[in-house]
């Protein structure tokens, strides 16, 4: 099992590029997420999926969109990137009954 | 809103100190986890504790959930360091079907030869 797994691992953007980050898991789980972490400020939610077919916004939706493409992946895009989306992007898929959390390996992205 | 706070924010100790990090919030929650993420990686489940007072152990590391479910600890006995990291504890919000973790800011914990 590969568990969650995230491209790309780096990406350097310029003011005003998009792109979509991807990510898949193979546990069969119903829930993922996506989260920026930033220093000082911790894991935010950006957006959440509970299920196939369902999104919903987290704390830090502003500039965002995903997809929930099928029950094992989830992506992210950032439609016109900005400066302050500089972060590391975290994917990560739940178990159902103890809300535990796996998390991907990340995407570092520095936007210019 | 629920809030944890971690503290310390950061920690450095020499291989073999015991530590204790602490995890506190005025909100209940129905359960908390334990997650380490080393650099450059994912944070990574250590434990899950769902009932007020219970105590997991995990080798040298001790979880401890508050008899409320408002705080939690970690204490590691003779650190080494492998267990350098950050430490970051998360409750569980059971309502309805969203299942999402209110996250704390972390403990940095660097353990020197």
């Known amino acids: 099992n590969a568990g969650v797994t995230q491209t790309p691992k780096f990406q350097v953007l310029k003011t005003g590029q998009s792109m979509t980050l991807q990510c898949a898991q193979d546990m069969n789980h119903n829930s993922m997420y996506w989260y920026r972490q930033d220093p000082g400020m911790g894991l935010r939610l950006i957006y959440y999926s509970a299920s196939e077919g369902t999104t919903d916004k987290g704390e830090v939706p502003n500039g965002y969109n995903v997809s929930r493409l099928n029950k094992r992946e989830f992506s992210l895009r950032l439609e016109s990137a900005a400066p302050s989306q500089t972060s590391v992007y975290f994917c990560a898929s739940r178990t159902s009954g103890r809300n535990e959390q796996f998390f991907g390996p990340g995407t570092r992205l520095t936007v210019l | 809103t629920q809030l944890l706070e971690q503290s310390p924010q950061f920690l450095s100790i020499q291989e073999g100190e015991n530590l204790t990090v602490y995890c506190n919030s005025s909100?209940?929650?129905?359960?908390l986890q334990w997650y380490r993420q080393e650099p450059g990686e994912g944070p990574v489940l250590l434990v899950t504790v769902v009932t007020g007072g219970e105590v997991k152990k995990l080798k040298r590391l001790t979880f401890q959930f508050g008899d409320a479910r408002k705080d939690s600890s970690l204490h590691i006995t003779a650190a080494q360091p492998g267990d350098t990291g950050l430490y970051l504890c998360?409750?569980?919000?059971?309502?309805?079907?969203?299942?999402?973790?209110?996250w704390g800011l972390g403990t940095s914990l660097a353990v020197n030869p």
């Open positions: 909100s209940v929650f129905s359960s």
């Open positions: 998360a409750g569980g919000d059971n309502a309805g079907n969203n299942r999402k973790l209110i």
